[in-house]
């Protein structure tokens, strides 16, 4: 239960509930062991009346109705402090699924990257899910069935020694084959739900996939290879679950023979007891009733001992993705306020997760409120300077300064606050255009939102939607065009009102008309603003203060558009041949 331990500090959190929990379930037990002392006291007054003719029989309708009345009201008792018992300690399992959920999800948050690269989505969800789930069994009912067990076992195991230990001694004989059996079980039951989970995790991965790209499979006709996989992985599922159940399927029926064995010696040896007169009649009652009251819980430790295997395995997994380190640290803080001045010394980069080095000794300044644009082939390293501007990844040597401060000092809120950032792959949210919009902005009104919209050329495509910018969006924006999508994610980078504006080839879907009313636009928006432009166009870069060319993450040539197109190179040659292809 190594793993497991991982849940102390929650455990401790909610030790005063757990603690009120485990004296409500003493309670209840204390008070549903009267019936078996009643019952056998009961017996023994009736048998003493027919056989021994000792009493009255008005003595004995007292003493077997006052017996009955206390039955029912220690039964009445014991029922109200076991839901109770389930009000505070399953409570206080689904308080730390909370905390645990939350935790498991704030460290995703923070994680690199490379992080997401090296992991499916689906093994995150179900890690986040079902593994939580299965480790919430174990703080809760696991541990409510434990301590009921435990409390029970102690209690029922001190009266029957204090009544006939000789009978005691017999009776609890199948014990130990009992725990032998428990400790194999479960060691097998750990290795197997390991493998179910795991089994599990790529089941989800390969559905969550198969549905955000429903439109390849259905483009390509690939529906029936993807059922056929689909049959493959659920088959395999299917049987690493039985795999599982069979040995689960063990416990409960070798707990009932041991406790029937218990039956067993409690009637032989009892009997013996009872002819001889060693044991009054209503003693060997009495017994037979705390072995059968034992059965359940008995039952129960094979079920809690699966249910603890299970979490152990769960948590295992949950375990080795907290204790992922967290590379993009925040800095000790900046106080100065963000003007936008931005420095590359000698920066250079390697991608951990593929180790391409991305860009190699990268120097350049942007002075606040200058526009820079970047030009290069694809994989030039052009977008891996944006990344480096967000902190998505840090630089392996050289320095990046923002306002004369290396960037590593600032505060990850602080410095993305200040940036509004337009990816590549554009991401809309599966809300309505509005709140995609607002992403940028969270108090924004709606004059501000449709202001933004104009700006990215995307208002009036919004208002020929039925609902204009009340529509709700697809998973990923896919209600949208490419075009559209690009635009949506301009306007909620504008909105933002941020010092810095980063555009990594987000016209890339638009037509030149649409790109050059958007560049227009942002010409005017940006003003004063520190703005840099990733594009393979050059039509989106020429207006820039400064263009630098990349090739294989160095700076080829670099200057004002005009001085680059005299340089009669790299940029002139890539400008000459876009210039045909637009008048082709």
């Not at 006052?66 to 009201?73: C, D, Q, Y």
């Not at 220690?74 to 206080?92: E, H, K, P």
């Not at 704030?106 to 593994?131: A, C, P, V, W």
């Not at 590593?408 to 809300?431: C, M, T, W, Y």
Request: aromatic share 8%; glycine share 6%; hydrophobic share 45%.
């Amino acid at each position: 239960m190594r793993a497991l331990q991982y849940l102390n500090k929650y455990l401790k959190k909610y030790f005063l509930k757990l603690l009120l929990g485990i004296v409500i379930t003493i309670i209840s037990r204390v008070f549903l062991l009267f019936a078996p002392r009643l019952i056998g006291e009961s017996l023994t007054a009736v048998e003493n009346y027919l056989v021994n003719h000792q009493g009255n029989l008005a003595a004995l309708k007292s003493l077997l109705l006052g017996n009955i009345l206390i039955i029912i009201g220690a039964t009445l008792i014991s029922g109200f402090f076991t839901f109770l018992m389930r009000q505070t300690i399953i409570n206080v399992s689904r308080y730390i699924e909370f905390d645990l959920k939350n935790e498991i999800f704030s460290h995703y948050l923070r994680l690199n990257q490379s992080f997401y690269k090296n992991n499916r989505t689906g093994d995150l969800m179900s890690r986040i899910s079902e593994d939580v789930s299965k480790v919430r069994m174990y703080v809760g009912p696991a541990i409510m069935y434990s301590i009921n067990t435990v409390t029970l076992f102690l209690c029922v195991i001190t009266i029957m020694f204090s009544i006939a230990p000789k009978l005691s001694v017999y009776t609890l004989i199948p014990l130990p084959l009992l725990s032998i059996t428990i400790y194999k079980l479960s060691r097998v039951i750990n290795t197997r739900s390991t493998v179910v989970q795991e089994m599990l995790s790529k089941l989800s991965s390969f559905t969550q996939e198969t549905f955000s790209g429903i439109s390849v499979i259905k483009s390509y006709g690939l529906e029936a290879n993807t059922h056929q996989n689909f049959d493959v992985l659920a088959l395999e599922a299917k049987e690493k679950n039985m795999n599982l159940v069979k040995v689960q399927a063990w416990f409960f029926p070798l707990m009932i023979l041991l406790i029937g064995l218990s039956n067993l010696i409690v009637i032989f040896i009892g009997g013996q007891q009872y002819i001889d007169g060693t044991i009054e009649i209503g003693v060997l009652a009495e017994f037979i009733i705390y072995i059968i009251m034992l059965t359940w819980p008995v039952a129960v430790i094979g079920w809690v001992t699966s249910v603890v295997q299970q979490a152990e395995a769960s948590q295992k997994r949950i375990n080795a993705f907290l204790n992922e380190t967290i590379g993009i640290q925040d800095g000790s803080g900046v106080d100065d306020a963000v003007e936008g001045e931005i420095s590359f010394e000698n920066v250079s980069l390697v991608y951990p997760e593929t180790q391409i080095k991305a860009l190699d000794g990268i120097s350049f300044k942007l002075e606040r409120g200058k526009s820079l644009g970047i030009i290069g082939k694809v994989g030039s390293g052009k977008s891996s300077i944006l990344h480096l501007i967000n902190r998505l990844y840090n630089p392996d040597s050289g320095n990046i300064l923002l306002d004369d401060n290396n960037i590593r000092d600032f505060k990850l809120q602080k410095l993305r606050s200040h940036i509004g950032n337009v990816p590549q792959n554009a991401f809309l949210f599966s809300e309505s255009i509005e709140e995609n919009i607002r992403l940028g902005k969270k108090d924004a009104t709606e004059e501000e939102i449709i202001e933004a919209s104009k700006k990215a050329a995307i208002h009036k495509n919004i208002k020929k939607f039925k609902q204009g910018y009340k529509t709700l969006l697809g998973e990923r924006g896919l209600t949208l065009s490419g075009g559209q999508i690009q635009r949506v994610s301009i306007a909620r980078a504008l909105i933002k009102d941020p010092q810095i504006l980063l555009f990594d080839d987000c016209l890339s879907a638009v037509d030149t008309d649409t790109e050059e009313k958007i560049l227009k636009n942002l010409k005017e928006f940006s003003q004063n603003k520190t703005t840099i432009i990733v594009s393979h166009r050059i039509s989106s870069v020429k207006d820039a203060d400064h263009v630098i060319v990349l090739e294989r993450g160095k700076i080829i040539e670099q200057g004002e558009h005009q001085k680059l197109i005299d340089l009669k190179g790299f940029y002139f040659d890539l400008f000459n041949k876009q210039q045909n292809e637009k008048e082709y």
